[in-house]
C-alpha cells in the first residue's frame, strides 16, 4: 500500500516562510517524480512544484517561482517544501503527489486527477 503523508502545514504571517514535508512509504521512491499541488475553498487542486525522480530537475509553477523550493532526500523517502515570502493567495490545503514520470509530466496541461499516489493533505493559512 502506498502512503504518502504530509506535515508541517499550519498559520502563518504573510512574508513568512513554512516548511512542508511528505514521507513515501510503499513504493520505489527513487522511480517516482514528486510534487506539490494546492487546492483554495472554492477552487480546482493546482500544481505547484515538482522534483525529479533522481532529483536533478525541478518544475514550478509560475507562482512558485523565486519563492518556493523543492528538495528530495532518497534515502529517507522524503520530499520537502520550502515556501517564503508566503502571501494571503497561498493559503489552500497542500498536497504531495507522486507521479512516474518526469517533474514537467506533473505539470499541466496534465491534469491533477491523474498523478499516480496522493496524499491526505496539510493545511497552509497565510494571514495578512
Known amino acids: 500500500q502506498v502512503l504518502l503523508v504530509e506535515s508541517g502545514g499550519g498559520l502563518v504571517q504573510a512574508g513568512g516562510s513554512l516548511r512542508l514535508s511528505c514521507e513515501a512509504s510503499?513504493?520505489?521512491?527513487?522511480?517516482?517524480?514528486m510534487g506539490w499541488f494546492r487546492q483554495a475553498p472554492g477552487k480546482e487542486r493546482e500544481f505547484v512544484i515538482a522534483?525529479?525522480?533522481?532529483?536533478?530537475?525541478?518544475y514550478y509553477a509560475d507562482s512558485a517561482k523565486g519563492r518556493f523550493t523543492i528538495s528530495r532526500d532518497i534515502a529517507k523517502n522524503t520530499v520537502s517544501l520550502q515556501m517564503n515570502s508566503l502571501k494571503p493567495e497561498d493559503t489552500a490545503v497542500y498536497y504531495c503527489?507522486?507521479?512516474?514520470?518526469?517533474?514537467?509530466?506533473?505539470?499541466?496541461?496534465?491534469?491533477?486527477?491523474?498523478?499516480?499516489?496522493w496524499g491526505k493533505g496539510t493545511l497552509v493559512t497565510v494571514s495578512s
Open positions: 503527489a507522486a507521479n512516474y514520470g518526469t517533474a514537467q509530466s506533473m505539470a499541466p496541461p496534465r491534469r491533477a486527477d491523474t498523478m499516480d499516489y
Open positions: 510503499g513504493l520505489t521512491f527513487s522511480s517516482y517524480a
Open positions: 522534483i525529479s525522480p533522481s532529483g536533478d530537475s525541478r
